[in-house]
């Protein structure tokens, strides 16, 4: 984390509170996650160096710039055109070639370049979204906020033979993934 500075993935406006243990709004209803909380996520993935690892919400982009110095390729699904657009300024500034940016209904993953070793999800879900454990490869690890709009839990995963094996790591809140397997536009 040392690596990525949180203040290029903050509105100008709010640069003096960048590195405050803190969300923050980006714009579009979204925000930026608390440092704590990438932490958090970004451990609980368990990231490898040869890892390809699908991300659900881009937002600013600042969960995939840490990701993209830990692992091989990112691929990030964003439903804000405008968020996936400034996301992508952000990447190619930072020298950041190995981040992957597509504007689609993250609930339903990114089939087309699945199997992944790592699926992070950095939006509430009222359960985890199927499409996403079927884009996970054999022994593929998954971290996302399960719960209603107001309180979630961050169910963390493992794809076993026998299935998806989960942990709680401890409760969390985020803003709502929105799609076909998750909560509905205009909840």
Do not use: K
């Not at 359960?127 to 593929?140: F, N, R």
Request: glycine share 10%.
């Amino acid at each position: 984390m040392v690596a990525v500075p949180r203040h290029p993935f903050v509105p100008a406006a709010l640069a003096f509170a960048a590195h405050d243990d803190a969300p923050l709004p980006v714009g579009h209803g979204q925000t930026i996650s608390q440092p704590y909380m990438v932490a958090l996520m970004t451990e609980a993935l368990l990231p490898r160096r040869h890892d390809r690892v699908l991300e659900i919400g881009t937002g600013s982009g600042y969960q995939a710039a840490i990701l993209a110095h830990l692992v091989r390729q990112v691929v990030t699904i964003e439903r804000i055109e405008a968020l996936a657009d400034g996301a992508r300024r952000r990447f190619d500034a930072l020298g950041l070639h190995n981040v992957e940016v597509h504007v689609a209904d993250g609930s339903l993953g990114w089939p087309e370049g699945a199997p992944y070793d790592g699926i992070l999800v950095t939006a509430a879900s009222p359960c985890i979204p199927e499409p996403l454990v079927a884009q996970l490869a054999p022994g593929g690890r998954l971290a996302v906020p399960v719960g209603d709009l107001a309180l979630q839990e961050l169910v963390v995963g493992v794809l076993s033979p026998d299935g998806l094996v989960t942990r709680r790591a401890g409760a969390c809140r985020f803003v709502p993934l929105i799609g076909r397997h998750a909560f509905q536009e205009g909840f």
